[in-house]
């Protein structure tokens, strides 16, 4: 055997990265989601006009978390990806990204802040295309994980754009201090 893993072995060793990084990610996204109410939970949600394309209410925590489970598959593939050059930058990347990903339920949802909310979207699809890049670079199957993920955020920048452009003022619809939906921890 001149091999210094076998094929079994390099399985097994991304199935442990695998089994921390996507509970992890999914733990963080339903957190984020629960400081918060959303969809129909939420009075001023509720309340705006949406654009045409809107999904119905269960389509998104269906989306979220496929989405935080591809992203916890591929964030696990480039943490097993000892010894690559990009390595430091993919997960840095990572980490930014997720960080922004996680501020935007809580400002659109709770602050109500419907503008900020639009630049957090184009912020997270920046990030996550150039994520994209980075990845693709150390491992193809990561980067091709991400693809949902940014078709997501572009029906995302529509969905908050249009809220935005149909209910103007969207940010006083609801009084801020009688009816803010962040819970208190």
């Given at each position: 055997?001149?091999?210094?893993?076998?094929?079994?072995?390099?399985?097994?060793?991304?199935?442990?990265?695998?089994?921390?990084?996507?509970?992890?990610?999914?733990?963080?996204?339903?957190?984020?989601?629960?400081?918060?109410?959303?969809?129909?939970?939420?009075?001023?949600?509720?309340?705006?006009?949406?654009?045409?394309?809107t999904?119905?209410?269960?389509?998104?925590?269906?989306?979220?978390?496929?989405?935080?489970?591809?992203?916890?598959?591929?964030?696990?593939?480039i943490?097993?990806a000892?010894?690559?050059?990009?390595?430091?930058?993919?997960?840095?990347?990572f980490?930014?990204?997720?960080?922004?990903?996680?501020?935007?339920?809580?400002v659109?949802?709770?602050?109500?802040?419907?503008?900020?909310?639009?630049?957090?979207?184009?912020?997270?699809f920046?990030?996550t295309?150039?994520?994209?890049?980075?990845?693709?670079?150390?491992?193809?199957l990561?980067?091709?994980?991400?693809?949902?993920?940014?078709?997501?955020?572009?029906?995302?920048?529509?969905?908050?754009?249009?809220?935005m452009?149909?209910?103007?003022?969207?940010e006083?619809?609801?009084?801020?201090?009688?009816?803010?939906?962040?819970?208190?921890?």
């Open positions: 055997m001149n091999e210094i893993a076998s094929q079994q072995q390099l399985r097994l060793a991304f199935l442990r990265w695998a089994v921390v990084t996507v509970p992890f990610v999914l733990l963080l996204g339903f957190t984020a989601a629960r400081l918060a109410p959303a969809g129909s939970q939420n009075a001023w949600y509720a309340a705006l006009v949406k654009p045409p394309l999904p119905p209410d269960w389509a998104f925590p269906v989306a979220w978390t496929t989405i935080y489970i591809l992203l916890g598959l591929a964030l696990a593939m943490l097993h000892r010894g690559a050059r990009l390595r430091g930058v993919a997960i840095l990347l980490a930014v990204q997720l960080a922004v990903n996680l501020i935007w339920s809580p659109f949802f709770g602050m109500h802040q419907v503008t900020l909310a639009l630049g957090i979207v184009a912020l997270m920046a990030l295309l150039a994520m994209t890049v980075v990845f693709a670079r150390i491992r193809m990561a980067a091709v994980l991400l693809v949902p993920y940014l078709a997501w955020l572009l029906l995302a920048f529509y969905l908050n754009y249009g809220i452009a149909l209910n103007p003022g969207a006083t619809l609801a009084p801020s201090g009688s009816t803010t939906q962040i819970i208190k921890l």
